[in-house]
T-cell receptor
């Protein structure tokens, strides 16, 4: 089983601050995905990164896939309360294998 | 926009009882999945289903679990004799194809076993 470790597990910051959360593994992946999950809902796909070193932007969210395709990061610029949620990285094969997530809270 | 739906949203049952969790996948999707998330833990794969049979299952998916597509729209997860440790959120997902295609998740059913 290819394990994904996410850090930090919890992060609470003030509105307007920047933050980065990480997804790490000792395994090499063909791709990694980032999901966001809000309370009472299922995970929603944000992005898939495929190429080593790839950077994808989704408004204020920047996703990067490590050069060696073993890790990924999510950077949020000027965080807003609406960014609050559980951010999950996952490896996609036939099934999805998730990390344990980073629970992000943005305080107004 | 098409979405995966699940019923009920919350199910409370006594230990030893059978429960059936229901899902309606997106209509043109061919691959169906169940995942579960115990409170405070990661989302875990249970089973994938294609062409009316299980294509992959995890260690969690033991003989107490079964899945069925009883008609053209529903996809169900049955737990025959629930245990306290089955308490979790159960998510159904579907995808148009396997591997390279996005899995769309339903809102989940919260199962509480007392």
């Amino acid at each position: 089983t290819q394990l994904l470790e996410q850090s930090p597990q919890f992060l609470s910051i003030q509105e307007g601050e920047n933050l980065t959360v990480y997804c790490n593994s000792s395994s090499v992946f063909s791709s990694l995905q980032w999901y966001r999950q809000e309370p009472g809902e299922g995970p929603v796909l944000l992005v898939t990164v495929v190429t080593g070193g790839e950077v994808k932007k989704l408004k204020r969210l920047t996703f990067q896939f490590g050069d060696a395709r073993k890790d990924s990061s999510l950077h949020i610029t000027a965080a807003q309360p609406g960014d609050t949620g559980l951010y999950l990285c996952a490896h996609r094969a036939q099934k999805l294998v998730f990390g344990q997530g980073t629970r992000l809270t943005i305080n107004p | 926009e098409p979405e995966v739906t699940q019923t009920p949203s919350h199910q409370v049952t006594q230990m030893g009882q059978e429960v059936i969790l229901r899902c309606v996948p997106i209509s043109n999707h061919l691959y169906f999945y169940w995942y579960r998330q115990i409170l405070g833990q990661k989302v875990e794969f249970l089973v994938s289903f294609y062409n009316n049979e299980i294509s992959e299952k995890s260690e969690i998916f033991d003989d107490q679990f079964s899945v069925e597509r009883p008609d053209g729209s529903n996809f169900t997860l049955k737990i025959r004799s629930t245990k306290l440790e089955d308490s979790a959120m159960y998510f159904c997902a579907s995808s148009e194809r396997t591997s390279g295609y996005e899995q769309y998740f339903g809102p989940g059913t919260r199962l509480t076993v007392t």
